[in-house]
């Protein structure tokens, strides 16, 4: 079945830094992708999405990357700040048809001042 | 902005109880989505919606129901609460099934003692 996964359950980042989250996926019919930031007693909040026809989408300090040759997704955060401490996690659609995203069980994220 | 809100963010409930949890969404979405999220197992698809009276199971639907008599209303339904059923529930809507991004609600923690 589909799964995505996540290479590090924790990150660890000085204030400032730039932060790079990894999110691999198996199914190769999968054609969006999401990440989100989940703060602690929070729901999951979106931050970008990304097509599969696109390599790379910038937002505002984030760029998400897309390889779909190996399958593999990052999660890129620019001079990262304490309010980005948060568990991050990417969901895909598989393409099936009525939009069952499959879920990473996150990264969780400490920025340090 | 979209919003998604749960009427209940904290609840405790007796096993044996039946429990009812709330979602309504004010962007006249087609796709509603009922979650629960546990650690380490990430977020668990319970039912969705896609329409008006319309249903269909999620990933693990065993124990729940749900009722969606109007478009942005999506209620969840704990026929008997029971203890493993204590967990954070997120309710979520989409526009439509082209796969288009889901936005989340705050979540409601329920506790079943």
């Known amino acids: 079945g589909e799964s995505v996964g996540l290479h590090l359950p924790t990150l660890s980042v000085q204030e400032g830094d730039n932060s790079i989250i990894n999110c691999a996926y198996s199914?190769?019919?999968?054609?969006?992708f999401i990440w989100y930031k989940q703060e602690s007693g929070k729901g999951p909040q979106f931050i970008i999405d990304i097509r599969s026809n696109m390599d790379k989408r910038q937002g505002q300090r984030v760029t998400v990357l897309l390889n779909k040759t190996v399958k593999h997704l990052s999660l890129q955060i620019a001079a990262t700040q304490p309010g980005d401490s948060a568990v991050y996690f990417c969901a895909e659609n598989p393409n099936t048809g009525f939009q069952k995203l499959v879920f990473g069980t996150g990264t969780r994220l400490l920025v340090s001042p | 902005d979209v919003k998604v809100t749960q009427s209940s963010r904290y609840l405790v409930k007796r096993t044996g109880e039946k429990v009812f949890l709330e979602c309504v969404q004010d962007?006249?979405?087609?796709?509603m989505f009922w979650y629960r999220q546990d650690p380490g197992l990430g977020l668990r698809l319970i039912y969705f919606?896609?329409?008006?009276?319309?249903?269909e199971k999620g990933d693990i639907p065993e124990g729940y129901s749900v009722s969606r008599e109007k478009k942005e209303r999506f209620s969840l339904i704990l026929e008997s609460a029971s203890t493993n059923q204590t967990s954070m529930y997120l309710c979520?809507?989409?526009?439509?099934?082209?796969?288009?991004?889901?936005?989340f609600g705050e979540g409601s923690w329920l506790t079943v003692v």
């Open positions: 919606s896609y329409d008006v009276k319309m249903k």
């Open positions: 979520a809507s989409s526009l439509d099934i082209s796969g288009n991004t889901i936005y």
């Open positions: 199914n190769s019919a999968s054609d969006y």
């Open positions: 962007m006249d979405h087609e796709n």
